[in-house]
């Protein structure tokens, strides 16, 4: 490949066969090999020319540019002459080295203004690293580039991503493109046990044969359309955000096993600049503690946003959602700072994703049911269209969940079924979760679709079903205890001041509307089941609070 002398190559490699090691090693050759001071005949203009001096490297993402410098850097330390012969190296506003004789190597990666910083550039050799993750206007902006002169030389590289855009088409459908094709078995490390870990990794068929046979597998249907998922890039971290006091914010959790952690994403509305910003994502993950230390968080982040909502998958999560409103109903006769911020809690949503949604059809101004997954899916796509969605540029994983997102079929009934790309979905689905809530409780978002009844479904308790799936901790030995009630005492738990229609359950389920209120008399009295659990859950959340206490935190 590196001898290979066409001015147009595409490398379509699996994983781990050496696609960025190629590209450090053949820009530090044309580095070294070329001045920009040196005269070179233009054949086609039939002139004298200024001689090449400038490559041009643009990946998807910051950290492959870095590696890539670093990799160029490294090699280049190895050697006292050629480091002898560096004038400037420097990682901002983007990656460059220059030579003292002029010639330069520049990296980009894309991202909301990525195309915008390429476009003011020449170059004479354009480098796309891990291009099929590109979106079409960075690459068209790059390409544009080509225009410079008649030889200008293009090195593209990519694992299949399943589209069919540019990448697709360097490879299939273009003779003056050189392709290099190879599967990551050429690797001459490839083993029985590599391939078992691979296999383990990218679990899907797709996955495969994307990323390990670097073939196009079916065409997909992407769910997020690139262009729109790079424009929400911005440059920031969400490490260095505050809560802004003119956003609301909503929480969005997708509970998962220990092996995926549990991911819950943080998303602010901004009403009067209108835009949604995601501003912290956690992955919890702890062997034996994935439940508990995902609560612990929640009540954490909870008191940090402050956020209005708070919307979990009920798949796996509906023990954990019990335990947390336990919580919510709790802090409320609690005297500590954060009771009224905990109390909040006790509004937790938990989302079936296989239920049905009421919405008023606009057209005919009639109810229709919809299923609620294409109904999530389908509005945090239309916010991604809408252009009005921020997330961090350094957020590589939700990058990559969103553009592998696909649509597998499209069921009988016209129902979508949606697909993972090898990244996964699960911070995806904590973020789409999050959009849901604004979409359901804010009425700005409510208008144009919905009647302003949310229907609930499912009482307190409900979930208990549930639990054999739900954990992994010691939560099982908290709700052991839930069913197995010990005998009720006399002691009331809540103050006699509290009368009042409070706490109001929902869930998404059935579409049957039920919200409840609490009075001392239910709480106290109603069951043995409800009094036992009270206890037992109080327990419980004790020890989360002395944890509270003692760890602090931003906020705190
Ligand atoms: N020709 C080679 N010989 C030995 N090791 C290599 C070679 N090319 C790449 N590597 C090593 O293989 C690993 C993967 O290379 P990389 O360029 O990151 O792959 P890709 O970009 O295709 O995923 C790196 O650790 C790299 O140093
Ligand atoms: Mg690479």
Known sequence: MLRCSSNRKVFRLGRRLGKSEIMAIKALHFLFNNSPKAQRWDSYRQEWVQGFGTIMVVTPFLSQVKNIFGRIKELIDMNPELKAEVKR?????????????????????????????????????????????????????????????????????????????????????????????????????????????????????????????????????????????????????????????????????????????????????????????????????????????????????????????????QGYGATQIEVIKRFGLDAKYAKHDYAQVDARLANIVGINSSSNVEVIDPTTGEKVKKPMKPFMVENAVRRFEQGIVQFSLYDEELYQQLIGYSIEKVNASGKPVYAAGPHGDHDLDALILSLLAFQM????????????????????????????????????DVLDKINNPKPRTNTPHIRSDYNAATAKVSMFGTGRQVVRSYSPEEFNNDDRGRLSSNRVQREYLKSFRKGMNRRGGRGF
């Open 89 to 313: 190296s420097v990682a901002t506003p983007f990656h460059a080295i220059e030579l003292h004789n002029g010639a330069k190597i520049l990296g980009f990666s894309a991202g909301a203004n990525g195309a915008e910083s390429v476009r003011g550039q020449k170059a004479d050799f354009i480098m796309l690293d891990e291009m099929d993750y590109l979106d079409e206007p960075s690459i068209e902006a790059v390409l544009a580039l080509l225009m410079e002169h008649s030889e200008v030389e293009l090195l593209c590289a990519s694992t299949p991503s399943g589209r069919r855009e540019y990448f697709y088409r360097f490879c299939k459908d273009r003779m003056d493109f050189k392709e290099f094709h190879f599967p990551s078995h050429v690797n001459p490390s490839w083993s029985p046990q590599m391939e078992a870990e691979l296999r383990e990794f990218y679990n899907t068929e797709a996955g495969w044969q994307h990323e390990i046979l670097a073939e196009f597998g079916e065409a997909v249907t992407s769910v997020f359309q690139t262009k729109y998922v790079s424009h929400a890039r911005v440059d920031y971290r969400y490490e260095d955000l505050i809560k802004n006091p003119e956003m609301s914010y909503a929480i969005g959790i997708d509970w998962n096993d220990q092996e995926n952690g549990t991911k819950i994403v943080v998303t602010g509305w901004h009403p009067t600049r209108q835009y949604f910003k995601v501003v912290q994502k956690e992955t919890i993950q702890k062997v034996g503690w994935t439940q508990t230390a995902a609560i612990e968080k929640l009540i954490q982040l909870n008191r940090i946003w402050q956020p209005d909502y708070v919307y979990v998958d």
């Open 441 to 476: 409780e804010t009425s700005e978002f409510m208008k144009p679709e919905f009647n302003a009844t949310i229907t609930f479904s499912g009482n307190f308790g409900d979930g208990k079903g549930e639990r054999q799936i739900a954990g992994d901790d010691d939560l099982h």
